[in-house]
């Protein structure tokens, strides 16, 4: 994408960033401060919001079934740079800040979603219905309360810690904007990812021609209850491709930990749940996993939450400390007199809308978390929103654990609540999702605002659109929490909801009395083991909690990044042009095979509620026997990993040392 003239006489991005122009507000930016150019236009708005709402339905079906969720920011800029690049042709065309904010408003409602799918799905394992108003009304309180907490936090956290945060997803994005003659490739391979994961999952799920989900579980001598499996299908495979193969590690050390000893340990001593105690040993292995092995992922995720939070103490302490100093600036130091690159929406916004926040979760009939829920809320909205806007800055916004946040936060809210006689655990996870949906918001923020100050944009506009793109997403969320819970029903096997279904568990174990505080123990005592260990705790837990049919896939995608990488290294001649190459391709065909496993489980999923084709299974199945179709699935899984490798290393450039040493 060809930029306009305010932008080709910029310098370009390589030797910006290698180059010393810093300015007191650090490096120079690819837009000047001095220069106006097309931004918060209608036109971007209109293209932000349609991808806003298809994002957000793909990732609420992505974090359902793998209890993780993948920024939208590099995807939507990709797909803004070729629609623009299409309108150009017609004289219509636009510019790279007009891009940032369709990026900005598209990643909103991947971020609503994660806090969403997190909380409020989990009253579907209460048997709750999804109130449609009332989703709506959490998601936007929660949604804008992210935002305003993120205000008097931009300037210390993207400026200030410009070199000690990265905001890898936010950077990333920034380059893929700024390369906008990539945009045309960049579009063909997210639909190349898109058509063959569709594909992919029609067959398996549409037509039953092979089968995704291979597992087992045996005994060794006299220990019982070993498991093993996966379900490798496109997006998990993706997930595991752009968390990278440390995190995927983590994760699958939790599955091993989970799958491989604690569980065979129970089984072997007796701990199978009476309902199961005559079932084969796999059905065993998912009840013990169910009754047990779940809290113990928890107590590991409540102390990685903690912990997060005592480790971000400077920075909160600093942020506040920030928005009173703007509270008692002059006039002369007011934001319309900064520079266009520094200006935010108003420190008076930021309270008066906490406030108004405050009172409507108190006053709303849709919401009515009582007083000490609206206080908690609002409270731990504003200490988690500092810790997840760091954490993305250095792991990004796709390994932001918002689920163990939210964690930490039923846990508070339920001892607080149940303190004050509540005994509903509806109410606890209300005031749960505000916290969650904040904290996602914010760590999504917080990377918009990094590309934005890489690339020149105004912070306040790219505040403004994020509120539009929350706005949207909010009403559109409990739409689709519906459709999926009709579709497939939350917390099936097709779509789990690993964190809702913890965080339904937490709440009403906690108001009853019944929660396995032995198991919660074991899995904080652990977790204390894991930080003297130096070990990211919080992946590790998600690990624990999720099935092992899910990490395994994971571990799978992060194994091929790290081959791909590592082959890359071995023939790069070190000016990592190679490097750069395979990045960038990679991530953006993971994120083609996300959304078209996503939108698949759309289609699939209308085909059941609309009662076409058979009623129970795979809509259009051919016939095909089990044993069959588990070695087809094996098959698949190896064609799609030829197909994902060979994808990102084609028309691979050549370096120097490698045209040197080439054969004749």
């Known amino acids: 994408m060809s930029h306009d003239s305010s932008e080709t006489e910029t310098e370009p991005t390589g030797s910006r960033r290698v180059s010393e122009q810093v ?3 650090g490096p120079a930016p690819y837009v000047p401060a001095g220069r106006s150019v097309a931004e918060l236009t209608i036109k971007a708005v209109v293209t932000g919001l349609g991808l806003n709402v298809v994002l957000l339905t793909a990732n609420m079906y992505l974090g359902m079934r793998s209890g993780m969720t993948i920024s939208a920011s590099i995807p939507a800029a990709v797909l803004s740079m070729g629609l623009f690049y299409g309108l150009r042709r017609v004289s219509v065309g636009g510019t790279i800040l007009e891009n940032n904010i369709v990026q900005t408003m598209t990643s909103a409602g991947e971020a609503l979603a994660a806090g969403v799918i997190f909380t409020i799905a989990g009253v579907t394992f209460l048997d709750q219905q999804i109130d449609i108003a009332g989703t709506a009304a959490v998601a936007a309180l929660g949604g804008f309360l992210g935002i305003l907490f993120m205000i008097p936090m931009r300037r210390y956290l993207i400026v200030d810690k410009h070199e000690e945060l990265p905001y890898p997803e936010g950077t990333a994005c920034a380059d ?24 992919y999952m029609w067959l398996a799920n549409g037509m039953a021609v092979f089968t995704t989900t291979i597992q087992t579980a045996f005994s060794a001598g006299e220990t019982r209850g070993f498991a093993i499996g996966g379900d490798f299908t496109p997006a998990l495979v993706g997930v595991g491709y752009i968390i ?4 995927a590690g983590y994760v699958f050390g939790g599955g091993l930990l989970a799958w491989m000893m604690l569980i065979p340990l129970l089984i072997t001593g007796g701990f199978v749940p009476e309902s199961a105690a005559g079932a084969p040993l796999m059905a065993q292995a998912d009840a013990v996993w169910d009754q047990y092995i779940r809290y113990v992922g928890a107590g590991s995720m409540i102390v990685g939450g903690f912990y997060a939070i005592l480790s971000m103490r400077e920075t909160i302490v600093d942020a506040l400390g920030t928005a009173v ?9 007011a934001t319309d007199k900064r520079r266009r690159t520094q200006r935010d929406l ?12 405050g009172f409507s979760l108190v006053a709303l009939p849709q919401v009515q978390v009582g007083l000490v829920g609206g206080f908690v809320a609002v409270v731990a909205a504003f200490l988690f929103v500092a810790v997840s806007a760091y954490l993305v800055g250095v792991v990004g916004s796709s390994s932001n654990p918002v689920s163990g946040m939210a964690v930490a936060t039923v846990l508070i809210a339920a001892l607080l609540l149940k303190s004050n006689g509540v005994t509903d655990p509806v109410v606890v996870l209300v005031t749960a999702s505000i916290v969650a949906i904040a904290a996602a918001v914010a760590g999504d923020t917080s990377q918009d605002l990094k590309t934005g100050y890489l690339l020149g944009a105004t912070p306040r506009k790219q505040q403004i ?9 909010a009403l559109f969320a409990g739409w689709v929490l519906s459709f999926f819970h009709q579709a497939y029903g939350i917390g099936g096997e097709t779509i789990p909801a690993p964190q809702a279904g913890m965080m339904a568990l937490i709440s009403e174990g906690v108001l009853t009395g019944t929660a396995q505080w032995g198991m919660i123990l074991i899995g904080a005592v652990f977790a204390a083991v894991l930080i003297l260990m130096n070990v990211p705790v919080l992946p590790f837990a998600v690990g624990i909690y999720l099935p092992i049919t899910l990490a395994t896939p994971i571990f799978l995608g992060g194994l091929l990044r790290g081959g791909i990488d590592s082959y890359t290294a071995r023939n790069d001649d070190g000016d990592g042009t190679r490097e750069e190459y395979t990045t960038y391709r990679g991530r953006i065909i993971a994120a083609g095979l996300i959304t078209g496993e996503a939108v698949m489980g759309i289609v699939v999923g209308a085909l059941y509620i609309l009662e076409i084709g058979a009623p129970t299974g795979p809509p259009f199945p051919v016939g095909i026997s089990g044993e069959t179709r588990a070695i087809l699935g094996v098959v698949a899984v190896v064609a799609l990993l030829s197909f994902v490798t060979a994808s990102i290393l084609r028309n691979m450039p050549e370096t120097a040392d490698s045209a040197e040493t080439a054969e004749p």
């Open 244 to 247: 990278g193969p440390r995190i």
């Open 346 to 357: 108003s420190m008076k916004l930021v309270v008066i809308g906490a406030v108004l926040i």
């Open 325 to 333: 100093d703007e509270l008692r600036s002059s006039a002369a130091a």
């Open 465 to 473: 659109a994020q509120g539009i793109g929350i706005a949207l997403s």
């Open 23 to 25: 300015s007191r507000d």
């Open 176 to 199: 893929v904007l700024e390369a906008g003659d990539r945009g045309a490739e960049g579009v063909k391979l997210i639909s190349l990812g898109f058509v063959v994961s569709s594909l």
